[in-house]
Structure formats: C-alpha cells, structure tokens
C-alpha cells in the first residue's frame, strides 16, 4: 500500500492543528501508524490522496446510511445553497425537518435543532435538570455521549481508545453530579436511585451501545430503566445519536418498543452535515426558551443547507421502509460470514451485531455486555486486523472499540469482497 501522499500531509497537517486531527479516533494512533488522508467518496467506496481505493465502513461514524454523495442529497445541497446558506431567522425547511422528525421517531413530539450530537446531549441534560430542578445524572461505563464535561465520566469511543474516560479539565464538581453505573446492570441503577433519592434528573443510556464496540442491551435493561426513572420521578434520556433512523425508521425505541421522556440525535439526520437534535415530551421541550425559562441557542442551528441535506435523508428513509431490512440482511451476512471466519481460523474473536452495526471483539470471552468486558479485549491484535484490511481494500474504523456502519450503497460484490478479506486478515493473523 502506498500512502506517501498521506504520509506528508499528516506530517504537515500536525505543525497547525493538534495531533493533526480535528477530532482525536481520526488520528490511527490506536493502531499505531499515521491515518489516511481523504480525497473524495462516492457511495460505499472511499480514496485517499494517494489514489487507494477502498470499501467504506466508516461512514463518517454512522452518518452516510444512504452512501456518500447521494445524488438526491448532493442537489438538495446545491439548490439551497443557491438561496443563502444562513439568515439567522426561521425558515420553512426547519418546521418541516421537525414535522419529520416527530412522524418517524415514536416518542418525540416536540424537537430542537441544534449543530452537533454533543449539543444535543449537553442541551438535554440541562432541559432535564431544569424540568426536574435536579442536578444529578446517570449514566452507563462505556457510553459515549458527546464530549460535554458532565459526560466525559467513564466515556466510550475515543475517550476509551485513547485510555483517558475522565478527562483533564472537568471539574471535580461537575464529576460528582455524574453517577456511574454499569451497562445492563439494573440492580446498580436501582442502588443508585436509593443512594440519591429524589436528586436524579435524568437516566441517559445509549439504547443500543456502539462506543465500547458494539454491546446489546439485555433483555428487560431498557424496560427496568423506564420503570425506574418512572418510579423515582426521573427522565428518561436515549441517546440515539447513532441508533437514531439507524436501527429502524423511530431508532432503537421502534426496534425495541420503549418510549423515553427525550431523544437525543444526530450523525444521520443531517445527511452528512453537521446536524444535531433533542426532542421529546411536548411538556418537557415547552420549558425550552422562548416557551419557557431554560436557555440554550445557536447561531448557525437549523441552518438551511444542514436542513436540506437531513430532510432529504430523512424523506428517503421514510419512504423507503424495505431499506431497513436490507440493512438487516448485510449486517447478518457480514457477521455470519466473519464468525464462519473466525471459526474456520481459530481466530479468539467474537462478532456482536444488531442491524447494520457490528463489531468484531478480538477477546477469549464468549461474550461482551459491558464495558469491563470490551475493555479486555486485545487491543494489539486489533491493530494487526486494521492494518491487514486497510492493505485488502477495507476501511474500518481504526479502533477495537468502534462499530462498522453498513450502508444502503453496499452492494453484495461489497460484502462478499469484506468477508473475504476478513478471511486473509485472519489467516495472516494466525500465521503471525
Ligand atoms: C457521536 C455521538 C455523540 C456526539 O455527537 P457529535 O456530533 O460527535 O458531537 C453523542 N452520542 C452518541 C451516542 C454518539 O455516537
């Protein structure tokens, strides 16, 4: 694989931006060799400025469901664009991406744009804590939601590859309002709730977790934490940031018929631009300034041509109810073909899937529904699989503790070509 091109820039990209990367899991520094520079992607196939082609299963970490430069995406782009990239005052397209948002997500009825998925997160908290006039979150080991101070307690995805799940900087204070509770482990929520009764505001859980890899929520867990908050007068947040239009058109609370009190999202709802959203009970959003006293803006949210992009996405998705089950079949082909791999290898490896998320744990465990099992996993062997697909054509995400993100531009040539190179990145690895 020739990556000078990548090489050189990465070099020159480090002296003006820190680590060379806007945001840090980009970097490779995980697996130990420089990244990769983009130059374009066109559906499920992805080049770098050296002219290496590969097939995508980043996503741009989960936003490019339909494939990159959707034609239909790229023209609503272009044709808003033409209009005025911001005014700063309401337009249309925002009611509109609204009205979508309420039709395909079962418990939002009332939604707030904002630009990213940490605004989303760090906006809902504060709604909740002013709803509840409570000041106390929990939160699960391992999930990731945004890089928000009260949040990057125990985080998954970078702060977890990176070895750093509580961060510099955030304040003792503010750590101590966030409490801390194992992923599908009930009984510790309930223990928390007796410890501080009557001072949680809110649960926030991702509903399908895919910071820590992917880790599926047992059954019951999501059902207990609705009874729980229920019980103790606590919301309900999910953060559905990826699961959101993702595992079905209304997310993980469709797939698994559980309705929060708020929705975070994000990643998919702005076809690719920078789009992030909270939603939910009208009586909770109506305390939102200006309808009532809890205060959070933004200059460039519901910008016209983020909103174009995400209604586009959105209105395909909708429409389009068999995309779905596609979704489910590559997904379930990918991981039925990695486990027959990993099988026929002897590989320690284990596959866990859900839709078009999947993971693939290097662990002698039989399983991995926490945090404190992902975090067992052999990191190194990982870095050996990256770098072993990379060279075969695959783009992964360049760390054990990510999902893959299959898309609606993955054709079967794709999938067959995946499993195949899986296959010689594991036979390499045992003949390591
Ligand atoms: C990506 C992600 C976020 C943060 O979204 P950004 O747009 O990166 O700020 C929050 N929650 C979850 C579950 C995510 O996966």
């Known amino acids: ?107 939002v009825e009332s939604v707030r744009m904002v630009n990213s998925g940490t605004e989303a997160t760090m906006s809902a908290l504060r709604l909740a804590r002013g709803f509840t006039k409570r000041d106390k979150v929990i939160k699960f080991a391992g999930n990731y939601h945004g890089h928000a101070d009260s949040f990057l307690i125990n985080a998954g995805s970078g702060a977890m590859t990176f070895g750093v799940p509580n961060s510099p900087g955030v304040t003792k204070a503010t750590a101590a309002d966030t409490l801390v509770a194992p992923y599908n482990d009930l009984q510790a929520v309930a223990d928390l709730f007796t410890a501080h009764a009557d001072e949680i505001a809110a649960v926030i859980v991702e509903p399908a977790a895919a910071n820590m890899g992917l880790v599926l929520p047992q059954e019951g867990f999501l059902q207990g934490l609705r009874e729980l908050t229920q019980k103790h007068g606590a919301l309900l947040i999910f953060d559905e940031v990826i699961t959101g239009f993702r595992l079905a058109r209304g997310g993980a609370q469709e797939l698994y018929g559980i309705m929060p009190d708020l929705t975070t999202m994000g990643k998919i709802i702005g076809g690719g631009l920078p789009v992030g959203a909270y939603g939910g009970r009208k009586d909770i959003m109506e305390k939102l300034a200006p309808a009532g006293p809890v205060y959070q803006a933004g200059t460039l949210s519901g910008n016209p041509l983020a909103m174009a992009a995400g209604i586009t996405a959105l209105t395909i998705l909708n429409e389009n109810h068999e995309i779905y089950s596609a979704l489910d079949k590559k997904g379930q082909q990918l991981a039925a073909g990695f486990r027959k791999n990993i099988a026929e290898t002897g590989v320690k490896a284990i596959v866990n899937q859900l839709g078009s998320l999947l993971t693939v744990f290097f662990t002698n465990a039989d399983q991995v529904t926490s945090y404190q099992e992902a975090a067992q996993c052999d990191t190194e062997q990982f870095a050996r699989y990256f770098k072993l697909s990379l060279e075969n054509g695959i783009y992964l995400a360049p760390s054990q503790f990510e999902c893959a993100f299959v898309s609606e531009a993955h054709s079967e040539d794709d999938l067959n070509k995946t499993i195949a190179a899986n296959r010689s990145a594991l036979q390499q690895l045992t003949d390591l």
Do not use: C
């Open 1 to 107: 694989m020739n990556n000078t091109n990548s090489i050189r820039e990465y070099q020159r990209a480090v002296k003006s931006i820190p680590g060379g990367v806007n945001s840090p899991v980009r970097a490779f520094k995980s697996v130990g060799m420089p990244p990769v520079l983009i130059d374009r992607a066109k559906g499920s196939k992805i080049w770098d400025i050296d002219g290496n082609e590969y097939i995508d299963f980043v996503s741009s970490w989960g936003p490019m469901i339909l494939g990159h430069a959707r034609e239909e995406i790229v023209e609503a782009i272009r044709k808003t664009a033409e209009k005025g990239t911001s005014f700063g005052a309401p337009t249309m397209l925002e009611t509109q991406m609204a009205e979508l948002i309420v039709e395909m997500m079962p418990s």
